[in-house]
Structures are given as structure tokens and as C-alpha cells.
């Protein structure tokens, strides 16, 4: 079995382990399902690090690659591999959910089993999805992960989790069986589900079109972009903890990866003549969705709104491209975009997870997410306070932090295209501040308003290592940028240079 | 002669097994007192034998009873096999029913082979006169069988209704058959196909026919707008009858279709297919909607169903992109999804109670955890989400409509089957996010238990590795 097929399959197994494990389990007994369910993702992502070191940083080309039959009859095959792109997501992935486990380790108490087993296997398919290279085996993937989240937000969920979720599912689901069209005609064209084969199908312009926009519906539901965003904040604010932090650090990734692996390489023209609409739609997320998380009264609705808000960068940065060429016929200037843009999404990845988390220990004592319900925690919780301190500040892209990184390139790229999408783009490092340290502010800081608040412990061990390695993957990835901009840089380039190629 | 009289038993020898075995079980049924477990036995290795002799043999051999009237086939042996193991399933599911309720059983069993005979006249058919015999056969089984109990109120209406409008569409197929036979003086499928050739005379006769062929068609496989009788049957027959109504017939409906249009009517294809995409299309909008608005479960899955056959339609729509075989691949897929949504159904109905609306599933996760996935597999497979087999159903369809450049009727479907992921989302949420209380807890029968799994996983493995399946619908049916 090779290296992808590994971490793909480990965490699934695990989760059915963890699941048989479960019965006949005593109350109150040696709980074997939440130690079994920590190896199994700490061996997941054990397993993923040969990615990381064994990684070819000089070559665009798959590396990793595994490939057979599958469904001979269709040419459907069961291929994987990773570039640069899907690489850092796919570690991403491994570090975050053993994160997950352990913050669920003692806070979830309705089936614990099951709650565990949901996250490994949607570790396991969230991996499929980065890693497949044939566009059915991809589909398969990006479907069955629908199935765990709506069973977590809809199991373990706030109040109004059923809304949610189902709100959650069919969005996303629609957007899904449309893409699955255009597969399906992509493949009666090339005569192979290869995701490479579709990146060098000649295409017609008008054929470009509607297959950009098929998929475009079913990534801008997942990214999500405005105005199909509404989904998020719903299944943000009642999924649990866990679920808050594997959507908004990964899932939210698929839509944005969908982006660089399909829609950029397999209709250039498209994604060119649509640009304008692209960047347009991802200028209102920054600004208008900014302003929108400006006035929440919910802790986790503002994360929310400024996940959307963060994401409209990712798209600002892959679809300038045509922008940058127009204006200055540049590639650097590309590249520089692309790269941004992922930067931002692994960084998103850490930042926003960190954010649900620091909600998730405060919602776990006070059982609240009302922003006015807080104040003054600093006094109480000091560990915490600082923690919580420096994520708003990486989520509000000061330097040093994994936040600036992304929005700086992405913000530099903009400028070469156009002053005001640099101009508005760069209304995102006033907004953002302004949302996240006011609600730092009310929350954190000045008096304690409450008896409860007065009452809260600090953080106990398991929190402390929890919040304390993500925070020590956005100072690392805000100091030194170097390798992950290594490690993209061939695909980045590569990319850069085939969309500039028209396929008409 | 003598060779002449082989073949002819060669080819029908399944259907004399399953007569046999009809005589066999009703005499047990009258002498054999309390004789449950006996007639059980009779009646699965009666399934056991005919499965035998259809199986045993060379499996590419095509046999053409003498005058051409039946015929026997690779793509005839393989809907028959499945017939036997779906008939199969359905009595391991029944039986415990069947016992609870003090039904009679050996009328169950008799009538269910009574309308497997008709099943397996009509996949084997060649002519509309046998076609019209096992169409018959299954039909008038079927009418008793949804009035099984006497006493029951909804079980008469259901049944009176079902057999008016039965008869009524029978009677409009009959009166097409007339029609075609007089404009082309044949009943056999491929003199027909033969005669209605383009440029040939008496087109017009042959449209009035096929129009009145369609009635009959869709009344059997359930599309708007013949749909009527489903939802009632569905829900006043007992659940055990139900269970067949909703799974092997679909297997004749496909042949039937297959056969009549396919096979006899493809000259005048482009006649039936207009026709027929707004059966589907309505299939699938009117199936999908009403739905949601069932509070009991057999009624919803009466509507899934009428919209799973519009997705089965869909699939004669698209002949040259290989829609047959994804026709082929969706029924069975449905039937084994119907059967383990039926399952589930059975197997929550206890001491004598029907579990059949929709609240019954309450909190099922908190008392079966188990058959409560059995039950999340069968329902998302429903929808069409990887990586179970109903997806790749209704990719095949879907790409099958692609390649015949139907790329607007494929858009429409898709929308509509995101329509349906709601209703079967419900049954989810309510097995897995409400806690329920006072519900009974659930017992069942091991054989039960193991084949109701093994039914569900079937839809997990058939998804996990699809390739066995695809291509042996596309063999037999290439």
C-alpha cells in the first residue's frame, strides 16, 4: 500500500475501530475508544510527515503517485498523488485533528464513540480529496465527506443544529451534483477521469463557460464566497467545538483547492473572461462580510462572517492572475497571487481552528457564546487571555504572525493589477483589526463584569498543549514562510505558466 | 421434434420449477396443519431449485422457443437470478412478520411465487401475448396479495383501488396490442420492429397503439401520472407485501419497458421518447415533492419510488449513450435499496404494531445502533451520495443522458434529486439527533438481522468496488 493510500485508509479504520470498540463499554471504566481514536490520528499524522521531508520541492510534477484500475469499463481509476498544493493541505489535515480529539476529550459526553469515529473518517476523506488525481475517485471523496459533518453538526450541534445541517447539506450538495455534470462531460471529452488528461482538453470557449460555472457553484458554496455563504454561519454557530474547527481549517479548503486543481488549469478562458466577476464577488466578501462580523453579537458568528471574510482573499489572490497579465504581463506577479492565496488558506486553516477552539474552552465553562455575557476574562484566565491575544492579532494579519503573510502577497499581487483592488482588498487590515480586537476587547479585557466570569478557572493541561502548538505553528509560519513558499513554488509556477496558454 | 422438445423445456424449465413449486406449497398449505416453518422451507427451495436449473448451463447460450415467443438469454438468466434472491430476501424478511400476525402463510407464499412466475414470463417474453400472460399472472398475485388482510380497512380500499386502475391500464395495453397487431399483423417484438420500419405504412395506427401501450407501461412502473395507486398500496397493503410490491415487479416493469419499447418499438423511437421525458421529468418533480410531505414512512417511500422510476425512465431516453444498461444497473440498485429500507421498516414493527410512521424512527440510534446505520447506508445511497451504489445509479444515468446530449434533462434531474436528499435527510436526523422515547425496543430473527446487514453493506460494497457489477450489466445487456 503506498504512503497515500495509508493515511487515507488509517484514520479510517481507526474510526471503525474506535466505533467497535465502543460497545460494551462501562460508564465511568477505562475509556479505550478516545485513547484508540488519539493513536490512531497521532499515527495518521506520524504517517504523514515523509510527506513533508520526502517531498521533491524542484518538480510541479505528482509525486507520491499511485495508480490503478479501478472501473475499467469508464477508464475510472484509482489515482493519487499531491503537488505543492495539495501537499500542505494534506498535512494541515493530520496536525488539526488529533488536535480535535484532545479537545473533545473530556468535553464531549453524548457518545463519545461515535463523535471520535465521525472525525477520523472525515480525516480520512478529507485527505482523499487533496490526494485524488482521477476526478470520480475526487468526487467520491468530496461527497462521502458531507455524510460525517452532517451527522456531527446534527448530533453534537447547538440549538438550531438541525436547521443547520440540513441547510449545510443540501447547499453544499447541490453545488456537488452540478460539478458532478461537468465531470461527467469532461470525461465523455478527454475519455478519462485523469484530473491531468482534463488540464490539457482542448475546450471551446462556450464549453469553458458552463463548465466553469458548474463548478464554480459547487467550490463558491464550499469556500464559501457571497453570496452563497449564508450556510456557514449557521452550521459555524451549532456545530460543536471540533466540527467548528475541521470546517473552517479544512472543509472550507476543499472549495479553494477545487479552484487551483480544476477550474484554473481545465478552463483558463473561462476563469479569465470571469474574472472580473470572480474578484468582484470575493471584493464584496472582504469588505461587505468584514463589516458584517463587525456588529455580531455571537462569538462564533464572528469568526464565522471573518472566515468568509479571510476566504474572499484566497479567491482574490487565484483570480488575479488575468488582472496582473493584462496590466503588466508579468508571471512573478501571478505566481505571486496564487501563492498568497494559498498561504492564506493554510494559515486560515490554523488561525480560524485556534479561534474556534479559544470558544470552544470559554463555551465550555460558561455554556454561552454572547459576546456581552464575557469581559474582563483576562483577570481570571490569564494563559488563556494571552493565547486568545495573540490569535486575534494573527487573525487581524499582524506581522509575525501566519496571518500577514498571506494578505501581504495577496494584497502586493492586487496592487499590480489594480490601485483600488489593492485599495478595497486592503480595507480587510482596518476591518479585520477592528472586528477582532473589539471583540477582543469585550471579551478579554477591562473589568470582570460578572460573578461568572470571576468564577472561571484557567486553562488546565490538555488546553494548554492544544492551543499552545497551534500557536506555535502561526509563529512559525509568520517568521518563516521560507519553506512552505518552497515547497509551493514549482507548482505555483507551473500553474502560472499553463493558464497563460489559451485552450482555444 | 425431439430437440424441438428439449428446447422448449430447456428454455422455460425456471418457470415450470416455480409452477411446481406453487402446487407443492398450497398442498402443504391445506394439509399440513401449523405447517409455518415447513412452507418457509418449500417456498425457498422452490427459490433455490429455479435458481438452480436457470443458472446451470452455458450462461451465453441464447434459446429462442420454437415459434419465437420466449426466449432465454444471457440478459433473461441474469434478471431471473436476481428475482430469485430479491423473492428470497423479501420471505427471510416476511417470515417473522407473517408469524407475529398469524397471516396465512401459505397463501403468502403461494402468491408470491404465483407472481414470480408472472416476473419471470415477462423478462423472458417475445411476444405481447406472453408478455401480456405474465403481466396478468403477476398482477391478479399481486391485487390478492395487497388485500391479504381481510379485515383490514386501508388494506381493501388499497387493494380495490389498485385493481380498478389495474385493470383499466391492462385494458389500455391490451387495446394498443390490438392496434400494433393490425398494423404490422404480428405480435412477435421483432416482426413488429421489422414491420414499423421508417417509410412503412400505417405509421399512424402504430402511434395510436403506442400510445395506449405507454398507459399501460407507466401505470406498471408507477409514473406520473399513473402514480396513483402506489402511495395507497404502499401503505394499506401489510408491510411484508409491500415490500415485494415495491421490489421484484420493479424488475418486470424494467423488462416490459425494455422489451416493448426496445425491442419492438425502437423504429419509432423518436415518437416514444418525447413521451417518455415528460414521464420522467414529472416522475422525478412530483415523486420528490409530495414526499416531503409524508408523515408515514411507507407512503414516502411510495413517492421515493415514483421517483427513482423517473430516473429509470431517464435512462431509455438514452440509448446510444448506453442508458439501457444504466437502466438496468439503477433497478437493481433500487430494488436493493427498497428492500433494505423495507427491511427496516419490518424490522421495527413489533408485538403485532406497525412502525410505519415516520416518528417510529425516533432516537433509533439510541436502541439499534447498529440498524440505525444499516438504515443512514440505505438512505444516503438513496440520495445518491458516494461512496455508496446508488450513486454511481445515478451517475451512469446521468452520463448515459451526457453522451446522448440530453445535458438539460441530466440538470434537471440532478436539481430534483438535491429536492429529495431532504425527505431522506429526515429519516437520518430523526434516527440520529432526536433522543425519542417510548418506543419498543427492537428484536428480530438472526437470519433477519444477518441478511437485512448483509443488504445494506451489499450497497457499501457495491460502491467501494463497482466495477463487478457495472460491467456485467453492460455485458448483458451489450
Redesign the interface.
Known amino acids: 500500500m503506498g504512503l497515500l493510500s495509508l493515511l487515507i485508509a488509517l484514520p479510517i479504520g481507526g474510526g471503525l475501530l474506535v466505533l467497535a470498540s465502543s460497545r460494551g463499554m462501562k460508564a465511568g471504566g477505562f475509556r479505550a475508544d478516545r485513547w484508540l481514536a488519539l493513536l490512531a490520528s497521532l499515527a495518521t499524522f506520524v504517517a504523514s510527515l515523509p510527506l513533508w521531508t520526502g517531498f521533491d520541492r524542484t518538480t510541479w510534477h505528482m509525486q507520491f503517485v499511485e495508480r490503478q484500475p479501478w472501473v475499467p469499463t469508464f477508464n475510472v481509476e484509482y489515482f493519487l498523488g499531491v503537488d505543492g498544493f495539495s501537499m500542505p493541505l494534506i498535512l494541515l489535515t493530520t496536525f488539526l485533528t488529533p488536535l480535535v480529539i484532545i479537545a473533545g476529550w473530556e468535553t464531549v459526553k453524548l457518545r463519545p464513540a461515535q463523535y471520535f469515529a465521525a472525525f477520523l473518517i472525515l480525516e480520512g476523506l478529507m485527505i482523499g480529496v487533496f490526494a485524488a488525481l482521477d476526478a470520480f475517485l475526487f468526487y467520491v471523496f468530496w461527497e462521502a465527506m458531507l455524510i460525517p459533518m452532517f451527522v456531527i453538526i446534527g448530533v453534537w450541534g447547538g440549538e438550531r443544529r438541525i436547521y443547520a445541517t440540513v441547510k449545510f447539506f443540501l447547499y453544499t450538495f447541490l453545488g456537488s451534483v452540478l460539478m458532478l455534470v461537468a465531470l461527467i462531460y469532461l470525461y465523455l471529452q478527454a475519455d478519462s477521469y485523469s484530473i491531468l488528461d482534463f488540464h490539457s482538453l482542448p475546450l471551446s470557449l462556450a464549453e469553458q463557460v458552463w463548465i466553469f460555472l458548474a463548478l464554480l457553484v459547487a467550490f463558491a458554496v464550499k469556500v464559501p464566497m457571497w453570496p452563497v455563504h449564508t450556510w456557514l454561519p449557521d452550521a459555524h454557530v451549532e456545530a460543536p467545538t471540533g466540527g467548528s474547527v475541521i470546517l473552517a481549517a479544512i472543509l472550507l479548503k476543499v472549495g479553494g483547492y477545487g479552484f487551483i486543481r480544476f477550474s484554473l488549469p481545465v478552463t483558463p478562458d473561462a476563469a479569465g473572461l470571469l474574472a472580473p466577476l470572480m474578484i468582484a464577488l470575493s471584493l464584496v466578501a472582504v469588505v461587505y462580510i468584514g463589516l458584517v462580523a463587525l456588529v455580531q453579537q455571537d462569538l462564533k458568528k464572528l469568526i464565522a462572517y471573518s472566515s468568509v471574510a479571510h476566504m474572499g482573499f484566497v479567491t482574490l489572490g487565484i483570480f488575479l492572475a488575468w488582472g496582473i497579465l493584462s496590466r503588466t504581463g508579468e508571471l512573478p506577479g501571478v505566481a505571486m497571487g496564487i501563492t498568497g492565496g494559498m498561504v492564506q488558506m493554510v494559515s486560515h486553516g490554523f488561525v480560524s481552528g485556534a479561534l474556534f477552539l479559544c470558544v470552544g474552552v470559554l463555551y465550555d465553562r460558561m455554556h454561552t457564546r454572547e459576546i456581552a455575557a464575557y469581559g474582563g476574562v483576562a483577570n481570571t484566565m490569564p494563559r488563556f487571555a494571552a493565547f486568545m491575544v495573540l490569535f486575534a492579532m494573527a487573525n487581524s494579519g499582524l506581522p509575525g504572525t501566519s496571518g500577514f503573510v498571506g494578505e501581504f502577497l495577496v494584497i502586493l499581487a492586487s496592487y499590480q493589477a489594480s490601485f483600488w483592488y489593492a485599495f478595497l482588498a486592503a480595507t480587510t487590515l482596518v476591518l479585520g483589526a477592528a472586528y477582532t480586537l473589539w471583540m477582543v476587547k469585550r471579551v478579554v479585557f477591562g473589568p470582570v463584569t460578572n460573578e461568572r466570569v470571576a468564577a472561571l478557572r484557567d486553562l488546565n493541561a490538555r488546553e494548554f498543549l492544544v492551543l499552545g502548538l497551534v500557536a506555535a505553528a502561526v509563529m512559525l509560519l509568520g517568521l518563516w514562510p521560507a519553506p512552505l513558499v518552497d515547497v509551493l513554488s514549482a507548482s505555483v509556477d507551473n500553474l502560472a505558466s499553463h493558464i497563460i496558454q489559451s485552450k482555444l | 421434434m425431439n430437440g424441438n422438445v428439449m428446447g422448449f423445456l430447456g428454455a422455460c424449465l425456471p418457470e415450470i420449477v416455480v409452477g411446481a413449486g406453487i402446487c407443492v406449497v398450497l398442498m402443504a398449505g391445506v394439509f399440513v396443519k401449523d405447517g409455518r416453518h415447513l412452507l418457509y422451507l418449500l417456498a425457498m427451495s422452490c427459490l433455490v431449485a429455479a435458481a438452480w436449473v436457470t443458472g446451470s448451463g452455458d450462461p451465453a447460450a441464447t434459446v429462442l422457443m420454437p415459434g419465437g415467443a420466449f426466449i432465454q438469454d444471457p440478459l433473461t438468466r441474469f434478471l431471473k437470478l436476481f428475482v430469485f434472491a430479491v423473492v428470497a430476501l423479501v420471505f427471510v424478511y416476511s417470515r417473522a412478520y407473517i408469524g407475529e400476525r398469524k397471516l396465512a402463510a401459505a397463501e403468502f407464499y403461494a402468491l408470491s411465487l404465483f407472481a414470480l412466475l408472472g416476473i419471470l414470463v415477462m423478462i423472458s417474453s417475445a411476444s405481447f401475448l406472453v408478455m401480456y400472460l405474465g403481466l396478468e399472472t403477476l398482477s391478479l398475485a399481486l391485487y390478492a396479495m395487497v388485500a391479504f388482510e381481510r379485515d383490514s380497512p386501508v388494506g381493501a380500499e388499497a387493494a380495490m383501488k389498485y385493481f380498478v386502475l389495474g385493470a383499466i391500464a391492462s385494458g389500455c395495453l391490451l387495446y394498443g396490442v390490438s392496434l400494433l397487431y393490425g398494423v404490422t399483423g404480428s405480435i412477435l417484438f421483432s416482426d413488429i420492429a421489422a414491420a414499423l420500419q421508417p417509410g412503412a405504412a400505417g405509421q399512424a395506427g402504430a402511434l395510436v397503439g403506442l400510445a395506449f401501450v405507454l398507459v399501460g407501461i407507466a401505470f406498471k412502473f408507477g409514473a406520473v401520472p399513473f402514480h396513483m395507486w402506489v402511495p395507497d398500496v404502499y401503505q394499506g397493503a401489510p408491510t411484508c407485501v409491500s415490500l415485494f410490491v415495491a421490489t421484484a415487479p420493479e424488475v418486470a416493469a424494467f423488462a416490459l419497458t425494455l422489451r416493448i419499447l426496445v425491442d419492438a418499438l425502437t423504429p419509432i423511437d423518436m415518437d416514444w421518447q418525447l413521451v417518455l421525458s415528460v414521464l420522467a421529468i414529472l416522475s422525478l418533480g412530483i415523486g420528490n415533492l409530495v414526499a416531503i410531505m409524508q408523515k408515514n414512512i411507507k407512503r414516502m417511500l411510495a413517492y421515493s419510488t415514483i421517483a427513482h422510476v423517473g430516473f429509470i425512465l431517464l435512462g431509455f431516453l438514452a440509448v446510444q449513450g448506453g442508458g439501457l444498461q444504466a437502466a438496468l444497473y439503477y433497478t437493481i440498485i433500487y430494488v436493493l435499496m427498497a428492500a433494505g429500507a423495507f427491511g427496516v421498516v419490518l424490522f421495527l414493527a413489533a408485538d403485532g404494531v406497525d412502525a410505519d410512521q415516520l416518528d417510529d424512527f425516533r432516537g433509533l440510534?439510541r436502541r439499534s445502533?447498529w440498524f440505525a446505520l444499516m438504515m443512514?447506508i440505505v438512505m444516503?445511497s438513496m440520495?445518491g451520495?458516494?461512496?455508496f451504489a446508488g450513486?454511481y445509479a445515478k451517475?451512469w444515468i446521468?452520463?448515459a443522458l451526457?453522451?446522448s446530449g440530453q445535458?438539460m434533462l441530466?440538470?434537471a434531474a440532478?436539481?430534483f434529486?438535491?429536492i429529495g436528499?431532504?425527505y431522506y435527510?429526515r429519516i437520518?436526523?430523526l434516527m440520529?439527533?432526536d433522543e425519542g422515547a417510548g418506543q419498543p425496543s427492537v428484536s428480530a430473527p438472526m437470519d433477519f438481522r444477518v441478511m437485512l446487514s448483509v443488504n445494506a453493506l451489499a450497497l457499501l460494497g457495491l460502491g467501494l468496488f463497482?466495477?463487478g457489477l457495472?460491467?456485467l450489466c453492460?455485458r448483458v445487456l451489450g
Open positions: 440510534n445502533p443512514l444516503f440520495i451520495v458516494p461512496p450513486f451517475w446521468l452520463s451526457l453522451e445535458a441530466a440538470t440532478v436539481i434529486s438535491v436528499a431532504f435527510l437520518v436526523h440520529y439527533f463497482p466495477a457495472l460491467e453492460a
